[in-house]
């Protein structure tokens, strides 16, 4: 089993950065990919991005690139989302995911989830 605690949200300024942490409860976490998704009011969950379980793959949504850089550290099993140039339509919740065990894009293929973190930018 694999638990995930998301931290780092808040409220920033158009432009401005922030970064999520995903700490990671369990050994098998370095072996599985990791995804970071958001979800604004009203709307689906939303793919954002992905790293490998070695942290040398990434991929991200066309909205975020050049942005947003994912990250991991395997020894302290935490996953990080540097966000910068944020915009008001990057608000929403953030949710770190485990699971798969190569990179995806889809909700389903990641089985461990974490409560979330809310994400505000103001315009």
């Known amino acids: 089993q694999v638990q995930l605690v998301e931290s780092g949200g808040g409220l920033v300024q158009a432009g401005g950065s922030l970064r999520l942490s995903c700490a990671a409860s369990?050994?098998?976490?370095?072996?599985?990919?990791a995804g970071w998704f958001r979800q604004a009011p009203g709307k689906g969950r939303e793919f954002v991005g992905a790293?490998?379980?070695?942290?040398?793959?990434?991929y991200y949504v066309d909205s975020v690139k050049g942005r947003f850089t994912m990250s991991r550290d395997n020894a302290r099993n935490t996953v990080y989302l540097q966000m910068n140039s944020l915009r008001h339509e990057d608000t929403a919740i953030y949710y770190c995911a485990a699971g798969p065990t190569f990179i995806a894009t889809n909700v389903r293929s990641y089985d461990y989830w974490g409560q979330g973190t809310q994400v505000t930018v103001s315009s």
């Open positions: 369990g050994r098998t976490f370095s072996t599985y990919a």
């Open positions: 790293i490998s379980w070695s942290g040398e793959s990434t």
